[in-house]
DNA sequence: TCGGAAACTGTAAGCGCTTCCACTCCGACT
DNA sequence: AGTCGGAGTGGAAGCGCTTACAGTTTCCGA
C-alpha cells in the first residue's frame, strides 16, 4: 500500500496534513492550477513525494464530470491487423492525457452488457464494425456517449472512420481481367463484415463495367482453413477459376500453399491475390499482391475524431474514408519491379 | 446524453425518483443485493430502462474503494505477439469483471507519469518487462498496488510470468550441433530484453556442456533490417557461420530472405532458426524452425495472479514459467516428419 | 501611513454512488 | 392477544477529489 501513516493509500488529506496546508492549496499544486506560492509549492510536492502520493483518479472524474478515458470495443486481437489499430489509437489518446480502455468482443459472453458498463467509464466509444451487431451498437447510442464507428457503414448522427476498399478491389480486379483472367473467383463471405462486402462490390463492379456478369463469392469464413479447402477443391470445379481474389491474407497464403501442395503453378497456372498485407505475404514466394491499409492511422483518426466529440469542438458528424495502397507481388502475374499504386 | 428529464445523463437519483422509490432500493436492484420486492424490481427496471441509465462507474469506485480494473502496460503492439498476449489478458479479465485500462510506453514521452496515472486508476498493474526500465517498475512498485511482472526476471515481493527459454533454446542448439553444425552464430542483442538474455544463455550453455567456446553473439536489434543486414554480411567473414539461431522470427526470415537472394541455399550451406512462430515461419520455403511461446496463456495467467492479488486470495508472490514449444521445420535441416517437442 | 488590489490560502459544498443503521410492516409463534 | 423476527425500505454518512467563494495576507502607490 502507498504509505500513509497506517496500511492505506494515502489521500490528498493526508499530504495536506503533513504539508500543513488544506487539500485545496495541495489540489491546486498537484493539477498546476490557480495561484501558489513558491514555499507551499516546494512543502506539497516533498510531502506528496514521501507518502508516495498517487491520486485517486475515481475521485477526480466524479468532481470534474469528465474520465479523461476512452474505449475502445474491438471484435479480437488476432493477426496484425488490430494491434497496429490499437497501437496508433493508445499513441495518439496517451500524447493527449487519455486512457484506453479495451473491450473485446469476440468470444465474450455478454457483449451488450460489458459495452454498457464501459459507457460508464468513459467520455466516448469508438467501435469496431466487426465488433458489434447493429442492434448493440444503437443501444450504446442511446447512452448519449459520443461514438465513433471504425469500418462501418456511416450511421446517421456517428461519426466514422474506415479505410477505402471498393475501388481498390475494383482497381485490383481490373488489372487482373486487363492481364488475361477470364475465371476469377472472389474467396471470402461478404456477409461477414461491411469491408468484405465493399471488397466484393469492387470485384463485382469491375465485371459489370466490361459487360461480364459478376461471378458469385465463394462464401467462407476468412481463415486459413477455408482458404487451404478452397484452394483443394477449387481445381476439381467444373470450370475451374484462374485466379483468386481473396478476402484477406490469410485465406490467400493458404490458398497458394494448398495449390502448392498440389503442384499447380502462382502464378502461372492461377493467380492469387490476398488483403491486408499481412508479414508473411512479403515472405511467401511468389510474394503475395494484396493491399495495404493504414490501420495504425486509422487508429489515430479514430482518437482524434472521438475527442473532438467528447471536447465539443466539432459537432458535425463526419466520414473520413482513408487511402489504401495496391501491393503489386508476383502472385497476381502482373507485376512489373518497383510497381505499386494508391487509391482515393 | 442519455435522457434525464434535462440534457444531462440520468443518474440514480433521476431513477429513484421515477420508480418512486429511495436510491438506496435502486442501487440495490441494480447491483442485485440485499432484499427487493418483486414490485420495486420491476419498477426500478423499467425507470432505468426508459431514461437510459448508465451508473457512473466513477461513483462506484469512489464508494466501494475498488476500481474493477487492471492496468496493462505493453512495450508496443507491433506483431502477432502483444496482441495476443492483451487477447488472453483481456478475456480472462472481462470473464471476471476487470475492465482492462492499456499503456503502450515505446514511443511515450514520459511513461513515468503515464504509468502512474495508470496507477490511479486500476486495482492493480501487470508490466511487460521490455515495457519500463527497473526504476520506473520500482517506483511504481511504491504506490502499493499489486504488480505482476511479464517476461521479466523475478523480483522480491512481485509474482512474475513468463515462459520458458534457456532450456528450449539450449534443446534447439543442442540439435543443430548434434547435426553437425560446427559454427553457429546467435543474431540478436541479449541485453535488448530479459527474454534474448535467456536464449542466449541456453544457446552459450549447449555449447558449454560439450566444451566449446560460446560464441559471441551479433549483438544487433531484433528487426527485419538487422536481418536482411546479418544475412549479407555474414557470409563475407573470416569464419563464416553454417548456422544462425536467431533472438526472433522476423530476423530469421529477413536473413532468410537475404540470404536466398545470395544464392546460399538454406538449409544445405546454412542452417537458420528464430523464435515466437509467426504465421510467416509456416509459409516461407523453406519453413522456419522456431519456438512457439504461449502468448495467449500467459495473458490469462497473468491476468489471473494479478486478480488474485487483488482480492487478497493470495498473499506469496509466485512466479510462473510456461513451457514451450521446439516447432521444427526444414529451415534447421534436421526436422522428422511430425517432429515437435515441448519443454520443460 | 494608509487604502486597496493582488496574491495566496482555507472552508465547505458538491460529484453519484454504496451501505450501515433504523424503521415499519407483517406473518408466525407463544 | 402479545411478541418476535425477518423482509423491505429509506435516511444519511461517507468515498477523495475539485472549485466557488470568502477570508487573510502582502505589497504597492499615493
Redesign the pocket.
Known amino acids: 500500500m502507498a504509505s500513509g501513516t497506517s496500511g492505506?493509500?494515502a489521500?490528498?488529506?493526508d499530504v495536506?496534513a503533513r504539508a500543513?496546508?488544506?487539500?485545496?492549496?495541495?489540489?491546486?499544486v498537484?493539477?498546476g492550477?490557480?495561484?501558489?506560492?513558491?514555499?507551499?509549492r516546494a512543502r506539497v510536492d516533498q510531502a506528496a513525494q514521501e507518502l508516495n502520493?498517487?491520486?485517486?483518479r475515481a475521485?477526480?472524474s466524479?468532481?470534474?464530470?469528465r474520465h479523461e478515458a476512452h474505449g475502445l470495443v474491438l471484435p479480437d486481437l488476432a493477426g496484425p491487423f488490430y494491434g497496429d489499430l490499437l497501437m496508433g489509437y493508445e499513441r495518439w489518446a496517451g500524447e493527449h492525457g487519455q486512457s484506453v480502455v479495451i473491450t473485446v468482443t469476440h468470444g465474450h459472453p455478454d457483449p451488450r452488457r460489458s459495452v454498457r458498463d464501459l459507457a460508464g467509464r468513459v467520455d466516448g466509444i469508438v467501435v469496431h464494425g466487426n465488433a458489434l451487431d447493429l442492434s448493440t451498437i444503437q443501444d450504446l447510442r442511446k447512452t448519449g456517449a459520443p461514438l465513433v464507428l471504425v469500418a462501418h457503414p456511416p450511421m446517421t448522427g456517428c461519426d466514422s472512420v474506415r479505410s477505402e476498399s471498393a475501388a481498390s478491389a475494383e482497381q485490383l480486379t481490373n488489372r487482373l481481367l486487363d492481364h488475361g483472367q477470364t475465371n476469377l473467383l472472389f474467396v471470402g463471405d461478404p456477409a461477414s463484415s461491411y469491408d468484405v462486402s465493399e471488397r466484393y462490390a469492387g470485384f463485382a463492379r469491375a465485371h459489370a463495367r466490361r459487360g461480364l456478369a459478376p461471378p458469385e463469392p465463394e462464401r467462407v469464413p476468412l481463415t486459413e482453413e477455408s482458404g487451404a479447402e478452397v484452394g483443394e477443391r477449387v481445381l476439381r470445379a467444373t470450370n475451374p477459376p484462374d485466379g483468386l481474389v481473396c478476402a484477406n491474407d490469410e485465406l490467400a497464403l493458404a490458398a497458394m500453399n494448398s495449390l502448392a501442395a498440389q503442384g499447380i503453378g502462382v502464378p502461372d497456372e492461377i493467380v492469387v491475390t490476398g488483403w491486408d498485407d499481412v508479414m508473411a505475404a512479403r515472405y511467401v514466394s511468389p510474394g503475395l499482391t494484396t493491399v495495404r491499409q493504414p490501420m495504425i492511422e486509422l487508429g489515430r483518426l479514430a482518437a482524434q475524431r472521438l475527442h473532438e466529440r467528447v471536447t465539443g469542438e466539432r459537432t458535425r458528424a463526419r466520414n473520413d474514408v482513408l487511402a489504401t495502397q495496391l501491393v503489386l507481388r508476383d502472385s497476381c502475374g502482373t507485376a512489373q519491379p518497383g510497381d505499386a499504386a494508391g487509391t482515393e
Open positions: 492505506r493509500p489521500t490528498i488529506y495536506a500543513k496546508l488544506s487539500i485545496a492549496t495541495v489540489s491546486r498537484l493539477q492550477t490557480g495561484p501558489v506560492s513558491e514555499k507551499a502520493y498517487v491520486p485517486l475521485a477526480r466524479l468532481a470534474v464530470q
